[in-house]
Each structure stands twice: as C-alpha cells, then as structure tokens.
T-cell receptor
Framework: DAKTTQPNSMESNEEEPVHLPCNHS???????IHWYRQLPSQGPEYVIH?????VNNRMASLAIAEDRKSSTLILHRATLRDAAVYYC???????????WGAGTKLIIKP | DTGVSQDPRHKITKRGQNVTFRCDPI?????LYWYRQTLGQGPEFLTY????????KSRLLSDRFSAERPKGSFSTLEIQRTEQGDSAMYLC???????????FGEGSRLTVL
C-alpha cells in the first residue's frame, strides 16, 4: 500500500493561510488523495479529495503536484476552529481501504 | 438525519467482561466501517460492510471481536473477554457507495481496567 509522509506538527497565526504538505512518492495511478481532519475528542471529518487536478470546496483547496508525488492542503484563512490533526490518505477509487498515518497537528495561534 | 451516531460514548469495564458497541449510520449509506484509534495514532481499520455483507476484516480483529450489520442498517461490534490492550476509541463511519467521503461518528471510548 502506498504511504504518505506528513510533518508531525505545524503552527500558524489566526486569519492567515495555512499550507499543509503531504508526500506520497509511491502513489499509483489509481490512488486518490484524501484529506480528513480530527478535532479534539471527535471523530475524523472529511475535508477534500482529488486525483490529478486541483480541487476547491467550501472548507479548503487541494493542490496536487504535476507528478502527483506530493500535495498540499490549503486553508485560506485559518480560524481557531481549524486547530486539529490533519490526515493525508491515499485511496484506490472504490476500494474500502484507507491507510491512516499519524497526521499533522495544526496549532493556530490567536 | 443528524449523521452517524454511536452508543455508548464511554464504556469502562473490567478485564474479561464482554462489551458491545452500536453504530447507526446515515440511513442511505450502504457502506459501514469500524476503526480503532489509540492516543496519538491515526485510526486503524477493523472491518467493513457493504449492506449486510461483511466484506473485509483486518488481521487486528482477533476471534474475540465480532461485528454484525443485520439488514444492512445499524451495526454492532462486540468484544468478548476484554483485555487491557483493547482500551481505545472505536470509531464507526458510513459512506454512500463510491463517493469517497466517509462520515464518522464521535466514537465509543473503551477503558478496560
């Protein structure tokens, strides 16, 4: 199974953009890149996913490198409520399997 | 529908006792997942249902663990003869077929004394 690598933690200031990196050098052509986040004492929450093209939704943007070996989750204007652990996961389309790493703990400073 | 609900939210039990967790998924979702999560780690896959059929079980799921999803609706996860190593958060998630988006419940935290 292809794996992802993320920094253990990152800090950002409130109301500034946040760029969360993810490396996935062994990604295969059928792997989608998924992002989830987990707030303290809650279950994970879906953020966004994509295959090749950059994706935008109301929560975030996903920028995917041309060679697909890395991606970046962009929070355009971080708030204190965005403090969470962010997981970058690869998933084959339609496959049940998601392999979760330890994620990146995002700390937002007021 | 308010999302995925899990019950109980917290369970403290003594080693050797049996425990059962219930998950009510979003009603139109045909896929249901169970995960286990320990402190500081990401969720670990336990098992997966499509409708009422259990299609995959992790090697983590020893014979003390059993999961069911009768009629393809709610699901139960039972742990028999609990051990201290079973202490964890048990997460349930549901998904409409092939949408790529899992909806998680808030989890059931198990503490085995």
């Amino acid at each position: 199974d292809a794996k992802t690598t993320q920094p253990n933690s990152m800090e950002s200031n409130e109301e500034e953009p946040v760029h969360l990196p993810c490396n996935h050098s062994t990604i295969s052509g059928t792997d989608y890149i998924h992002w989830y986040r987990q707030l303290p004492s809650q279950g994970p929450e879906y953020v966004i996913h994509g295959l090749t093209s950059n994706v935008n939704n109301r929560m975030a943007s996903l920028a995917i490198a041309e060679d697909r070996k890395s991606s970046t989750l962009i929070l355009h204007r971080a708030t204190l409520r965005d403090a969470a652990v962010y997981y970058c996961i690869l998933r084959v389309e339609g496959n049940y399997q998601l392999i979760w790493g330890a994620g990146t703990k995002l700390i937002i400073k007021p | 529908d308010t999302g995925v609900s899990q019950d109980p939210r917290h369970k403290i039990t003594k080693r050797g006792q049996n425990v059962t967790f219930r998950c009510d998924p979003i009603s139109e979702h045909n896929r249901l997942y169970w995960y286990r999560q320990t402190l500081g780690q990401g969720p670990e896959f336990l098992t997966y249902f499509q409708n009422e059929a259990q299609l995959e079980k992790s090697r983590l799921l020893s014979d003390r663990f059993s999961a069911e999803r009768p009629k393809g609706s709610f699901s139960t996860l039972e742990i028999q003869r609990t051990e201290q190593g079973d202490s964890a958060m048990y997460l349930c998630a549901s998904e409409a077929f092939n949408t790529g988006e899992l909806f998680f419940g808030e989890g059931s935290r198990l503490t085995v004394l």
